[in-house]
Structure formats: C-alpha cells, structure tokens
C-alpha cells in the first residue's frame, strides 16, 4: 500500500535533512541551495512497533517484517510557486500527490544558513506555504465552477456540487485551508476529483536549535500557538541530531548517543507514528513460522478488505478470517494457547479489523 507523507518547506529548513534520517531506501543531497532537491527523493520509512518485536519474540519466525509508509522529499517552496515562481508547478503536483503533508517549519536561529525571508518568522513561514497552497486551489476551484454553472442549472446533483465549490471558493478567499471547512464525507466527494492541496491532512515539525529540543523555544511557541485552531499536531525535532542517530549502524552507539542528549527514543519514531495517525491508518499482524509481518490498512476497513492487502485473491476468495486479539496473544504466548482458552475467534465479511489484531484468513482460490 503506497501511502505517502510529503515533506514540504521553505528552502533551507531542514526538509532533505529529516528525510536523509527517516528514509531507509534514499538519500536527498542536503545542501545549502535554492534548489539542489530537484525531483521528489522517495524513502520507505518502517514503522517502529514494538508490537511485532514482542510477537515475534514468542513466535520465533525466520524473519519479521514491519509495515511502512513513503515519505516523499518535494523541493523548497517559495513565495509565488502557485504562480509558478522557482519551479513552483513541478513542485505543487508533486505534493499534490501525496496522502499528508509533514510541514518542516524553521525554528533555529543560524546565520551559516541562507533564508530569502529575513529574520526567522515561523509563522511566516507558514503562512507563505498556506497561501501558494491556497491559491492553487482557489485557480481549481474557479476553473471546476466555470465548467459547472450552465450544466448545472439543468441537473440537481451538480447544481448541489456547484454550491459546495462556491463554498470552497469563499473559503479560500479569507485565506483559509479546505481542510479547516468541516465538510461532509458526501460533500467531500464533489472535490474528490480534484486533490486540492490544503484538503490535506497536515503535521507540523518545528525544526528547533539543540538547546530547544526537549522545552522547545520563543519559535516553535509561536508556531504552536498560530496552528491551535487547525487540530494539527507539532513535533519538536532537531532534524541534524535525528540525521546523526539514524546514521549509526550499531544499536548500543545510537543507544548512548540518545543518553547524552537525554532522550528516551528518537523523535522520528514519533513523528512516524504521528504520520500514520494522521492518515487515519490501522496495523494487523499476520503469525507464522516463516514470518510475522505487520499490515497497514485504514481505520474502518472490514476483514475482506484488510485481507486484499496481502493479495487480491484473498479479498475476491474471503470465507472468514480467524482472529486474536494482540493482548491476548501476549498473555497466553501462543497460537494454540489462545484456541485452547477459547480467545480465538472465526469472524465473518461484516467484522471491522482493529488496531493489533493477529489474523489468518481462510478463502477460496
């Protein structure tokens, strides 16, 4: 499952520099220039889960494998992309086609690295991004109303989308985000088709100096405050120090390095889990001999659907799924242990999966 987080920025804020951390797969030339991230770096992140660690620990599987999410590295923004200012379009459709946005704001003071707005401004920041976002979508929004207007007057159902662009197009005019507007599954589906970026689900990380990372500082405060009413989550990092920890091969040196610095994990695990609540994601595990393996599916899905994650067959074939609760499993160590004590349970196509649930599923080829 393809899911992708964007990391999207001003120049110079540490973007390519948390994604040279998260990745497992990529590297982003992290330099101190306009530019020099050109084409999206893709990276498939892991997902820490000490879940699976504990599964695979009573298992005793050749392998484990845990599930990922892609994080995309899209170039530095600037102010007029939405008009096409420095590369501007290539880099909207980029985030345009991603499933979140991860928003590295600057919260650092550094005159070593180059900013084109002046004095740090976190907010301001911010705001530049929001608006070239915003004003992408209000040109998308005029030019769907433009094309609708006359077939509405003839057909109710797009006379009801018509209404709900109009919407859309007020909204954005007060320089606020589609995703600020509450609007309704159903409503939802008159703008599905145009991907507009500020529908988007958004974290923050407030990329601040060494001294900040635990207590943060005047920036980050500043950024925390200017998102309160955006239901947005912040995540303190400094993305060099993260960079530096995801660098280290040996566990025990990582281990030691965090204790200097007085951490108890690396702020990406949290950004990482932060990104998978954000898409509204869900894991199960499968438990076998050969492999115990984490599974990403969304938040709601039934059985049959999280069974097609693992192949297609499996979802067009679905007879039932037999099911065990993650705490269960734990507490009884096994497999068989829950059969015995009557925890396992063979569930049909209307059951709704759930958060660590351990499954195999029985279907017809």
């Not at 797969?25 to 999206?40: E, L, V």
């Not at 606020?176 to 309704?184: P, Y």
């Not at 951490?263 to 954000?278: C, F, G, N, V």
């Not at 004590?341 to 279907?363: P, Q």
Request: proline share 4%; with cysteine; aromatic share 6%.
């Amino acid at each position: 499952m393809a899911l992708q987080a964007g990391i999207v920025g001003l120049p110079n804020v540490g973007k390519s520099t948390l994604f040279n951390a998260v990745s497992n797969s990529a590297k982003a030339q992290a330099s101190n220039y306009r530019f020099c991230t050109i084409d999206p770096n893709v990276g498939l992140v892991d997902v820490p889960d000490p879940r699976l660690e504990k599964l695979s620990e009573l298992v005793k599987p050749e392998k484990n494998v845990p599930t990922q999410i892609e994080i995309v590295d899209i170039a530095g923004l600037v102010r007029g992309a939405s008009k096409g200012e420095g590369l501007g379009n290539k880099f909207l459709a980029n985030i345009r086609e991603v499933d979140a946005i991860i928003h590295v704001v600057r919260c650092f003071e550094d005159e070593n690295i180059l900013r084109d707005e002046g004095a740090i401004n976190p907010v301001s920041d911010k705001e530049i991004i929001d608006t070239e976002l915003q004003l992408k979508d209000l040109d998308s929004v005029e030019k769907k109303i433009q094309k609708s207007e006359k077939q509405a007057k003839s057909d109710p159902k797009l006379k009801a989308e018509l209404e709900i662009l109009v919407r859309c197009k007020e909204h954005l005019e007060k320089g606020k985000s589609i995703r600020e507007l509450a609007l309704t599954k159903e409503e939802k589906a008159a703008i599905a088709d145009m991907f507009l970026l500020t529908d988007k689900p958004v974290l923050y990380v407030a990329n601040v100096d060494e001294p900040s990372m635990h207590t943060g500082n005047k920036y980050s405060e500043a950024l925390i405050a200017s998102v309160k009413d955006e239901n947005a989550e912040v995540i303190l990092m400094n993305n060099s120090i993260e960079a530096q920890i995801a660098e280290m091969e040996n566990p025990e040196d990582q281990q030691l390095f965090m204790e200097e610095y007085k951490m108890t994990e690396p702020a990406l695990d949290r950004l990482i889990h932060a990104a998978y609540k954000l898409l509204g994601l869900y894991t199960y595990f499968t438990a076998g001999v050969q492999e115990v393996r984490a599974w990403t599916i969304h938040e709601g899905w039934k059985a049959p659907q999280a069974a097609g994650v693992i192949h297609t067959d499996f979802e067009k074939g679905f007879i039932k799924a037999e099911v065990i609760s993650y705490n269960d499993y734990i507490q009884y160590g096994s497999e068989a242990a829950c059969r015995e004590a009557g925890k396992l349970r063979i569930e049909g196509k209307e059951y709704v999966v759930k958060d660590g649930d351990v499954m195999h599923f029985r279907f017809n080829v």
